[in-house]
């Protein structure tokens, strides 16, 4: 099983330190999984216009092929204006649904008031649904504040939070596993 990260962002370091965060709880749980993260600071994805998957840069295709090739995710993005980024938005609308179908989500968000946390119920879990993904109940929100100056997580809630996820990602992708083990041996 492969989990992969995806820090939905082009600057800042908050986002991605959660998603690996719940990426290495993750691997508590679930010793042998495979566990990526995927840093949009560390591509540049072109902005999605329409045309066909094959004639975007090297980057863009590299990024789709690595969503592609997981088998569930935790999704991660900084709150701007009220919103998700961006960057994540383009690599949402850059997907294939397919790739997404009957896949596990969980969501983390960084934001600078407490507020923000709405954008994951509001808008990150319909996104979900369009792509016909299984979303983890739970989620983790980490403010500002829930950071010391080096950008650790000092916030004991926050930190249970980001196991919880953890869990329930795994928990969610094993069963859904299990379930689909049961119905091919049936059919």
């Not at 330190?17 to 600071?41: G, H, M, S």
């Not at 997981?70 to 961006?86: E, M, N, R, V, W």
Request: charged letters at 25%.
């Amino acid at each position: 099983m492969k989990l992969l990260g995806v820090s939905g962002t082009i600057i800042g370091a908050k986002t991605s330190i959660v998603v690996q965060k719940v990426l290495e709880e993750a691997k508590k749980y679930q010793p042998d999984l495979e566990v990526e993260l995927l840093d949009l600071r560390e591509y540049e994805v072109q902005f999605c216009d329409g045309r066909n998957p094959s004639d975007y840069n090297d980057d863009t295709k590299k990024v789709l092929e690595i969503i592609h090739s997981a088998d569930f995710y935790i999704i991660g993005t900084p709150i701007f204006q009220g919103s998700l980024s961006g960057p994540l938005k383009n690599l949402f609308d850059l997907i294939n649904p397919k790739d997404l179908r009957n896949k596990i989500m969980g969501f983390i968000a960084t934001g600078g008031t407490y507020q923000h946390y709405l954008v994951i119920e509001n808008q990150l879990k319909p996104i979900a649904g369009f792509f016909r993904a299984f979303v983890a109940p739970g989620y983790v929100y980490v403010n500002n504040d829930h950071f010391n100056r080096d950008n650790e997580i000092i916030d004991t809630d926050v930190l249970n939070r980001i196991t919880s996820l953890a869990s329930e990602v795994v928990f969610m992708q094993k069963a859904l596993k299990s379930t689909e083990n049961q119905l091919t041996s049936v059919f």
